[in-house]
């Protein structure tokens, strides 16, 4: 099933970019709508905040639009959309001289719009009997927060938006032996949270 | 394939990279090993509880080029022109609308044991003894140190008051924002809609994040001592 779609996804995303290379804009826009959830999403947990991430989705898809001729090989697109939004985010945080609040949107710093009750060390998951859904997310937000920003971002590519190492290479653009141990450095760590007795706990509320 | 090889390669498999020579390859080794397996078991809990605890967001606005002469001059001026072809007022009365509940987080502070819960806006400073009104009411508050029990009632109630007034100011200004719509074109429909898809979206979240503070103060309350100093 998963490789149907991903074979749907490629044919369809070729035949929409050549589409739009040519000029045909509605083309475009359903490609947008094919991608901008996932894009927006992705973006959001590099910035951790709503309105850069809308902010800078919008500006990603309009630099791909603009720069549709340079991209040789139609296939590639959903790595290449990526890749610009990832550099626009991350030379956004460099220009603005401010840290990404990476993947803590839903759980501002302290002082800001925080519930005090969150930021005083871990949660204590462990001592209730259930594992509710907003605690797992709580869980994986913390898990996450452990890894490199490096790592994270390579991780997230993989396992949320199901990139291939190779296609995560050429987002972050660093070599697939690099997309390769960040992955696998980050999924052991995060196995060591999400794969224990916790989340054998989440896994059995379902 | 001994086990070390097929640790690194229960990754790939977890991961969609392996390919069929190596799945073949680790299946033969699962057959006959049952710490891989419980590996195996382990890395696929974890991919999927790191899906589960990511949930995708609905973007607060749809994307979209506007077609026609735009697209010759590099689709100039279409950044900033997200409410394109969206009635002013209608577009301000959701925008206020969603505001409101955002507005609506409930706060709980925690400070040398002294308890505030209050909704809207915290004040910049808070501190124990100035208490600058939040934006809603604040629940009075029992001198001393909070029961289990009482705690939780406490909440409750809170969280309920917060919810009712949200509801009701929500209804109204939707209600506003409908009536508006009916002066207008039906053309304006479409647009209103996807504005609509972000009034659900600015729900869901204030939905959840009411739902975050809920358990994060049942799991505060879990922390309580259980009778207040009755015991010997
Ligand atoms: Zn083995």
């Known amino acids: ?206 | 394939m001994n086990c070390g090889e097929t640790k690194q390669a229960l990754v790939d498999l977890v991961l969609d990279e392996a390919g069929s020579e190596e799945r073949k390859q680790i299946e033969a080794h699962l057959a006959g090993c049952a710490a891989c397996r419980a590996e195996l078991v382990n890395l696929r809990l974890t991919r999927k509880l790191l899906v589960q605890g990511l949930p995708q967001e609905e973007m607060p606005q749809r994307i979209a080029f506007v077609s026609g002469q735009a697209a010759k001059g590099g689709l100039r001026g279409w950044l900033g022109s997200r409410t394109f072809a969206i009635p002013v007022g209608v577009a301000v009365a959701v925008a206020v609308l969603a505001c409101g509940l955002a507005l609506a987080r409930a706060r709980l502070v925690i400070e040398q044991g002294r308890w505030e819960l209050a909704f809207g806006h915290a004040p910049a400073a808070t501190t124990a003894t100035t208490k600058s009104a939040p934006a809603g009411t604040s629940v009075p508050l029992p001198a001393g140190l909070l029961t289990r029990e009482q705690a939780q009632q406490l909440m409750a109630a809170a969280i309920r008051e917060s919810e009712q007034r949200q509801q009701a100011a929500s209804a109204a200004r939707l209600e506003a924002a409908l009536s508006q719509l009916d002066q207008r074109q039906r053309a304006t429909l479409l647009a209103l809609a996807g504005q609509m898809r972000y009034f659900e979206a600015t729900q869901n979240v204030f939905y959840k994040e009411a739902s975050r503070t809920r358990t994060a103060l049942e799991l505060v309350a879990s922390r309580l001592p259980a009778e207040k100093g009755d015991r010997p």
Request: contains cysteine; proline residues 4%; glycine residues 8%.
């Open chain 1, 1 to 206: 099933m998963r490789g149907a779609n991903l074979l749907f996804r490629t044919v369809g995303d070729r035949e929409l970019v050549e589409r739009a290379a040519g000029g045909d804009v509605e083309g475009y826009n359903l490609l947008v709508s094919r991608w901008e959830k996932k894009l927006y999403n992705y973006l959001l947990r590099l910035t951790g905040n709503r309105d850069d991430a809308l902010d800078l989705a919008q500006e990603a898809f309009l630099k791909a639009y603009n720069n549709l001729s340079r991209l040789g090989e139609a296939d590639k697109f959903p790595q290449w959309l990526f890749r610009i939004a990832h550099n626009l985010a991350c030379s956004k945080f460099r220009s603005d001289g401010r840290r990404p609040q990476a993947d803590s949107e839903s759980w501002p710093e302290e002082g800001e719009d925080a519930a005090p009750v969150m930021t005083g060390g871990p949660l204590p998951v462990g001592s209730s009997t259930r594992l509710y859904p907003l605690e797992l997310e709580l869980l994986v937000a913390r898990a996450l927060e452990e890894l490199s920003a490096d790592q994270r971002h390579a991780v997230i590519l993989k396992a949320i938006y199901g990139f291939k190492f190779a296609e995560i290479a050429e987002i972050l653009d660093c070599p697939i032996s690099t997309v390769k141990s960040r992955i696998y450095a980050g999924f052991e760590q995060l196995k060591r949270v999400l794969g224990g007795d916790v989340g054998a706990k989440a896994a059995f509320q379902k």
